[in-house]
């Protein structure tokens, strides 16, 4: 299971590099779930479970990137395995100190896709648009098919 969810981070790497987020957040979506198992499967693996922090990591990053909402889910549990791992006295890096630190910070921030000064579209404008352009399509195709050819 090991090697498939190495090869998924692989195409992870190359699809998000080349901007194609969609393919990156499908990719990493099935490392996660492989990398979610193992770590599901033996808890006190350090190295399993760093892997864990680093796939809901890695999914916020793509999530973000594409205005996903999910993204702040994903990186509330990164913190959560990454700060598991720590109580634990598992081995952590510096960096991954780091990244939890930052990661805390962000979360704290306002979301950056959510408009506080946009007002909120009206739904029944919507739907009176839809009807106006409905009968506007029923008239045209009326005139269309009364033409004599």
Not at 24 to 30: C, D, E, I, L
Not at 80 to 87: H, I, N, P, T
Request: proline share 5%.
């Amino acid at each position: 299971m090991i090697g498939f969810s190495a090869r998924f981070r692989r195409f992870f790497t190359a699809a998000n590099t080349q901007g194609d987020f969609d393919g990156a957040f499908a990719a990493h979506q099935a490392s996660h779930d492989i990398a979610e198992r193992l770590a599901r499967a033996a808890p006190t693996n350090a190295e399993w479970q760093r892997g864990l922090f680093l796939s809901y990591y890695k999914l916020g990053e793509v999530a973000r990137k594409t205005h996903k909402p999910v993204w702040r889910e994903y990186w509330q549990q990164a913190c959560e395995v990454l700060s598991g791992l720590m109580a634990r006295g598992s081995f952590v890096s510096a960096n991954d100190s780091n990244v939890l630190a930052q990661l805390r910070a962000r979360l704290e921030e306002p979301d950056p896709f959510i408009h506080v000064d946009t007002p909120m579209p009206d739904p029944t404008h919507d739907a009176k648009r839809a009807q106006r352009l409905n009968i506007e399509y029923q008239e045209k195709l009326a005139a269309w098919e009364a033409l004599p050819f």
